[in-house]
Every structure is written in structure tokens, then in C-alpha cells.
Nanobody
Framework: QVQLVESGGGLVQTGASLRLSCAAS????????MGWFRQAPGNEREFVAR????????YYADSVKGRFTISRDNARNTVYLQMNSLKPEDTAVYYC?????????????????WGQGTQVTVSS
């Protein structure tokens, strides 16, 4: 089992940048593929980005491609989401998630473990 704690959210203006971090503890972090999801009020949780356990492969939702970058540091048990050129529609609670079964999926149901989330608010 792995425990996940997100940090780095906040209130920023349109066009600004933020870097989210997700620190993992428990079982060996490098065993897990990792993903970032987000959920705005009244909306379902949606896929943002994912990265393989080795860091070799990444995948992004079309809505963030070219603006967001997912990365990981297995030595620090941490996954990151660098968010640039933020827009008001990026406003949401952002969650990191771990998948122990290497499903390489974009659905929330394909991830076993979740953090508590961190709020990102982008003002216009």
C-alpha cells in the first residue's frame, strides 16, 4: 500500500505557473505508475496526465498538452505536475493517484490509491 500527499496548489492569475508535488510513502514508490487527475465542482474527476513507473513514458489529456508536464523522482518518492500558462478552466482540485497494476489507463477506476487533493484556482 502507498500513501499519497499532494501539495503546491494555490490561487494564481491567468498565464501563471504552478508546480504540484505528490509525496509517496509506504511501499516502494517506483513500483507504481502515477497519474494526475482533477475535479471541478459539479464535474466528474478527469484525467490530466500519467507517467510510467520508470519515467520512460508520459501521456496527457488534450486540454493540457503542451502546457503541463508530469515528471517523477523515484529517489525522492515524488511525482510532479508542472503547470504553465494556466487558464481559468484549469481551476479544480488536483489529485495524484497510483496504479500498481500497470494498466496505463486514463480512468480514475484504474488507479488503486489516491491523495487527498490540492486546490488550484486560476483567476481571470
Amino acid at each position: 500500500q502507498v500513501q499519497l500527499v499532494e501539495s503546491g496548489g494555490g490561487l494564481v492569475q491567468t498565464g501563471a505557473s504552478l508546480r504540484l508535488s505528490c509525496a509517496a510513502s509506504g511501499r516502494t514508490f517506483s513500483y507504481y505508475d502515477m497519474g494526475w487527475f482533477r475535479q471541478a465542482p459539479g464535474n466528474e474527476r478527469e484525467f490530466v496526465a500519467r507517467i510510467r513507473w520508470s519515467g520512460s513514458t508520459t501521456y496527457y489529456a488534450d486540454s493540457v498538452k503542451g502546457r503541463f508536464t508530469i515528471s517523477r523522482d523515484n529517489a525522492r518518492n515524488t511525482v510532479y505536475l508542472q503547470m504553465n500558462s494556466l487558464k481559468p478552466e484549469d481551476t479544480a482540485v488536483y489529485y495524484c493517484a497510483a496504479d500498481s497494476l500497470y494498466r496505463q489507463g486514463n480512468l480514475a477506476s484504474e488507479y488503486n490509491y489516491w491523495g487527498q487533493g490540492t486546490q488550484v484556482t486560476v483567476s481571470s
